[in-house]
């Protein structure tokens, strides 16, 4: 099996799966699990800020988030693409009767600051309260730039409102701008935090974990958060065996997701190739990916055969239809992560050869 469709899809490695098994434990509800206080302290120092939070999942992290920044009424601005809005089951609005004033992404993924400071609203009963920015690093597997990270954060102060990061892949947008600005990946991260009131960081993506996300910010703003995780069912108990995993990663998986990332750059490269070689592939047309996810557009005719072929062969991938200006077209999503080696890479390019000559 190769299995393209996520970096959710990761196994816990032989040295991941021994650090959770000899994990010492409490219990977590009484905030006595040792190796959960461990971590929630090392990302908090990674990161610079107070403290940290484990839960579950992203989703959580980011609706906690938004219910510990917001109240019943208060309105957060986001990204229309941004996860927050469009792929969490509408939670801000759900559960936190938080009103989303959703922008359009430019094309490098970034809001406009001049639509942010456009959806502010002012201090009239008629409007909800704009209390929260959110912003998310990597959208797309595209990088949000350093300078720009920091324009948000300092315009979010000078309006009076609380800024989050999603940082889903967080560490994979460090990854890939660490070089440029001459620091470590794990300098870069803290450095994209710099200004942020809270971060959510997953551990369950490119960092290798089975489950689980950290929530970090302030002492007071955390120690709200774990009223809002009781209220979601977040709390848990003996949770060092999952946070042992978690601990391993921020120690050992960082710098690897370059890795992920070169292997990207060469599927993505190879597909390209085979695309300008072979006359079935003409549709297909690659986007040069900054981290490790590639998107693939091509016909839904052709899709409707290359699809279950990969399939055949093993090859899962994930595919959605939209449209574009020059018609229908299926947009496939290839996430690049620990478990996908440039063999299994080179041997998915042979594949999509042998398909396209018996076309």
């Known amino acids: 099996m190769t299995d393209f469709r996520s970096d959710t899809v990761t196994q816990p490695c032989a040295a991941m799966r021994q650090a959770m098994h000899d994990a010492v434990l409490g219990d977590d509800v009484f905030n006595d699990d040792p190796t959960t206080l461990e971590l929630q302290r090392y990302a908090a120092e990674l990161l610079g800020f107070e403290a940290a939070l484990f839960a579950p999942s992203g989703t959580q992290t980011n609706l906690i988030a938004m219910m510990s920044h917001c109240q019943r009424g208060d309105e957060a601005i986001v990204g229309q693409q941004w996860h927050t809005y469009k792929w969490e089951a509408g939670g801000m609005a759900v559960l936190g009767s938080i009103q989303p004033q959703p922008l359009e992404l430019q094309a490098d993924g970034t809001l406009a600051l001049s639509d942010i ?49 999603d ?57 709200q958060a774990k009223r809002v995780r009781k209220m979601l069912g977040g709390g848990m108990r003996q949770t060092g065996v999952l946070t042992a995993a978690g601990l391993y990663a921020l120690q050992h ?107």
Request: hydrophobic content about 45%.
């Open 167 to 223: 940082g889903a892949r967080l560490m994979n947008a460090a990854v890939a701008m660490a070089a440029e600005h001459r620091l470590s990946p794990q300098q870069m991260a803290r450095e994209l935090c710099q200004g942020y009131d809270s971060v959510s960081l997953c551990l369950s993506k490119g960092l290798g974990c089975p489950v689980g996300s950290l929530l970090l910010g302030s002492q007071v703003f955390i120690q």
């Open 117 to 165: 400071v456009g959806a502010i609203k002012p201090d009239d009963p008629h409007f909800a309260r704009s209390r929260l920015i959110v912003i998310e690093n990597t959208v797309g597997g595209k990088v949000l730039p350093l300078n720009y990270m920091r324009d948000v954060a300092a315009l979010a102060k000078k309006h009076g409102l609380k800024c989050h990061i």
């Open 253 to 359: 998986n960082i710098a690897r997701l370059a890795e992920d990332h070169a292997n990207a750059r060469y599927l993505a490269e190879g597909l390209t190739e085979l695309a300008s070689e072979l006359p079935a592939l003409q549709s297909l047309t690659v986007i040069v990916p900054q981290t490790n996810i590639v998107f693939t557009d091509i016909s839904p005719a052709l899709a409707d055969r290359l699809l279950p072929y990969l399939a055949e062969h093993g090859i899962k991938v994930t595919a959605s239809r939209y449209q574009a200006s020059q018609g229908a077209l299926m947009r496939l999503r290839w996430v690049c992560h620990l478990d996908i080696s440039r063999n299994q890479i080179t041997e998915t390019l042979g594949f999509i050869r042998q398909f396209a000559a018996q076309s």
